[in-house]
Protein backbone atom coordinates (compact mmCIF):
# COMPACT_ATOMS: atom_id res chain seq x y z
CA UNK A 1 0.00 0.00 0.00
CA UNK A 2 1.33 3.28 -1.05
CA UNK A 3 0.51 6.64 0.79
CA UNK A 4 0.77 9.73 -1.11
CA UNK A 5 0.78 13.07 -0.32
CA UNK A 6 0.86 14.85 3.44
CA UNK A 7 -0.21 12.98 6.46
CA UNK A 8 -0.08 13.55 10.25
CA UNK A 9 3.09 12.05 12.03
CA UNK A 10 4.41 12.71 15.47
CA UNK A 11 8.63 12.31 15.96
CA UNK A 12 9.39 11.10 19.07
CA UNK A 13 12.46 10.71 20.76
CA UNK A 14 13.29 10.06 24.75
CA UNK A 15 16.22 11.39 26.72
CA UNK A 16 17.22 10.82 30.61
CA UNK A 17 19.24 12.99 32.43
CA UNK A 18 21.19 12.34 35.18
CA UNK A 19 21.17 14.97 37.98
CA UNK A 20 23.25 17.82 36.66
CA UNK A 21 24.10 15.62 33.32
CA UNK A 22 23.71 16.66 29.75
CA UNK A 23 21.79 14.47 27.18
CA UNK A 24 20.78 15.00 22.65
CA UNK A 25 17.54 14.19 21.51
CA UNK A 26 17.85 13.60 17.76
CA UNK A 27 14.80 13.15 15.53
CA UNK A 28 15.04 12.65 11.95
CA UNK A 29 13.44 12.17 8.58
CA UNK A 30 14.33 8.76 6.16
CA UNK A 31 15.93 9.17 3.04
CA UNK A 32 13.05 9.32 1.24
CA UNK A 33 10.97 11.77 3.13
CA UNK A 34 10.46 15.08 4.55
CA UNK A 35 8.58 16.17 7.41
CA UNK A 36 6.90 19.80 8.56
CA UNK A 37 6.28 20.03 12.22
CA UNK A 38 3.65 22.87 13.88
CA UNK A 39 4.78 22.41 17.14
CA UNK A 40 6.79 20.85 19.77
CA UNK A 41 6.57 19.58 23.33
CA UNK A 42 8.76 18.12 26.45
CA UNK A 43 7.03 15.62 28.71
CA UNK A 44 9.20 15.47 31.77
CA UNK A 45 9.07 12.46 34.06
CA UNK A 46 10.57 13.99 37.12
CA UNK A 47 13.16 16.70 38.42
CA UNK A 48 13.62 19.37 35.87
CA UNK A 49 16.29 20.66 32.38
CA UNK A 50 17.15 23.17 30.64
CA UNK A 51 17.88 23.46 26.79
CA UNK A 52 21.04 24.34 25.87
CA UNK A 53 20.46 24.29 21.87
CA UNK A 54 18.11 23.08 19.32
CA UNK A 55 19.49 23.43 15.87
CA UNK A 56 18.96 21.16 12.59
CA UNK A 57 21.79 19.72 10.54
CA UNK A 58 22.27 22.32 8.32
CA UNK A 59 23.49 23.71 11.53
CA UNK A 60 20.46 26.31 11.60
CA UNK A 61 19.97 27.28 15.72
CA UNK A 62 16.34 27.87 17.02
CA UNK A 63 17.40 29.57 19.83
CA UNK A 64 20.42 31.25 21.13
CA UNK A 65 19.73 29.26 24.36
CA UNK A 66 23.55 28.10 25.79
CA UNK A 67 24.88 26.32 28.96
CA UNK A 68 25.28 29.91 30.66
CA UNK A 69 22.08 31.27 29.55
CA UNK A 70 19.76 28.11 29.01
CA UNK A 71 15.93 28.14 27.79
CA UNK A 72 14.37 26.90 31.05
CA UNK A 73 11.66 24.01 30.56
CA UNK A 74 9.66 25.50 32.83
CA UNK A 75 9.03 28.00 29.77
CA UNK A 76 7.29 25.04 28.05
CA UNK A 77 5.06 23.72 31.18
CA UNK A 78 2.56 25.47 33.37
CA UNK A 79 2.82 24.51 37.54
CA UNK A 80 -0.16 21.99 36.63
CA UNK A 81 2.14 20.21 33.96
CA UNK A 82 -0.44 21.50 31.42
CA UNK A 83 1.22 21.63 27.79
CA UNK A 84 1.12 25.67 26.92
CA UNK A 85 1.13 27.22 23.29
CA UNK A 86 5.02 28.22 23.44
CA UNK A 87 6.13 25.01 21.82
CA UNK A 88 4.27 26.27 18.53
CA UNK A 89 6.64 27.10 15.65
CA UNK A 90 5.81 30.56 13.97
CA UNK A 91 6.28 29.07 10.84
CA UNK A 92 6.57 24.85 10.10
CA UNK A 93 9.67 22.94 10.83
CA UNK A 94 11.20 21.91 7.26
CA UNK A 95 12.90 18.33 7.73
CA UNK A 96 14.27 17.14 4.48
CA UNK A 97 15.05 13.64 3.35
CA UNK A 98 17.67 12.32 6.05
CA UNK A 99 16.77 15.67 8.07
CA UNK A 100 18.04 15.87 11.91
CA UNK A 101 16.98 17.85 14.57
CA UNK A 102 18.42 18.00 17.62
CA UNK A 103 17.59 18.88 21.52
CA UNK A 104 20.89 19.87 23.71
CA UNK A 105 19.54 19.34 27.57
CA UNK A 106 20.98 19.64 30.34
CA UNK A 107 19.46 18.28 33.96
CA UNK A 108 18.84 19.91 37.19
CA UNK A 109 19.57 18.80 40.73
CA UNK A 110 17.86 15.26 39.73
CA UNK A 111 17.54 12.75 37.05
CA UNK A 112 14.99 13.22 34.40
CA UNK A 113 13.60 11.08 31.53
CA UNK A 114 12.00 13.91 28.86
CA UNK A 115 10.36 12.61 25.79
CA UNK A 116 10.27 15.12 23.03
CA UNK A 117 7.66 15.15 20.31
CA UNK A 118 7.12 17.14 17.59
CA UNK A 119 3.53 17.49 15.57
CA UNK A 120 3.44 17.68 12.27
CA UNK A 121 2.83 15.97 8.84
CA UNK A 122 4.93 13.91 7.15
CA UNK A 123 4.88 13.27 2.92
CA UNK A 124 7.25 11.23 0.44
CA UNK A 125 9.86 12.77 -0.81
CA UNK A 126 9.19 14.44 -3.90
CA UNK A 127 12.64 15.06 -5.36
Known amino acids: MTIDGWRPFFLVDRVTLD ?11 GSGEEFEGESIDFI ?20 DAN ?10 LTTLDQRIKNGV ?8 PSGIFTVEFSGGNASAT ?7 KKQASTG
Open 19 to 29: ASGNGISTLST
Open 44 to 63: VSAGTFNIIQMKDSGGNGFT
Open 67 to 76: SSNPLPGAFF
Open 89 to 96: FAVPLTLK
Open 114 to 120: IDVVIKG
